[in-house]
């Protein structure tokens, strides 16, 4: 029986990259516990189907280039599924700051776009929330909105 859930598990993991967060409930909706649930683990980590370093990388590269989400909340989706710090930090290397600049810089254009009113203080304050809302520091927001504003 444990064959078939670890093959399983292992087709999973090899689907996409997952973390241990994701596959621990993946194993309890299987109704596998304790330390069935613990081998299985460690075994799809000693077979290199599971390894929470490549996970961080590939969700914050794959978060921002695709959905061009900014650093706070790529961080607070990895601190949701329970990465380390360590991980954190190696998974924010995928993220170039030349690329995080001109990204940020094209979200300021089309958010100025998209909110512009008569009002300028309006325009500057719809972007800034809406680009803070997407994960991009408060600082490097109002920095560009200021830049294109002139």
């Keep these: ?7 399983k598990l292992r087709h999973y993991c090899a689907y996409q990259e997952r973390c241990h967060e994701e596959v621990r409930t993946k194993l309890l ?7 069935g649930l613990e081998e299985i683990i460690n ?7 599971l390894n929470e370093e490549r996970f961080a990388k590939a969700y914050a590269g794959g978060k921002f280039r695709m959905k ?11 601190k949701a599924r329970k990465i380390s710090d360590y991980c954190i930090k190696q998974g924010m290397t995928e993220i170039p700051e030349e690329d995080y600049q001109k990204t940020l810089q094209s979200l300021v254009k089309s958010a100025i776009k998209k909110y512009h009113s008569g009002n300028i203080f309006e325009t500057k304050s719809k972007s800034a929330n809406y680009l803070i809302g997407r994960g991009y520091e408060s600082e490097l927001v109002w920095d560009a909105i200021q830049r294109n504003l002139k």
């Design 29 to 35: 909706s299987l109704k596998v516990y304790g330390d």
């Design 1 to 7: 029986m444990q064959d078939v859930i670890l093959n």
């Design 43 to 49: 075994q799809l980590i000693s077979e290199d189907f």
């Design 68 to 78: 061009k989400w900014g650093r706070s909340k790529i961080i607070q989706g990895l």
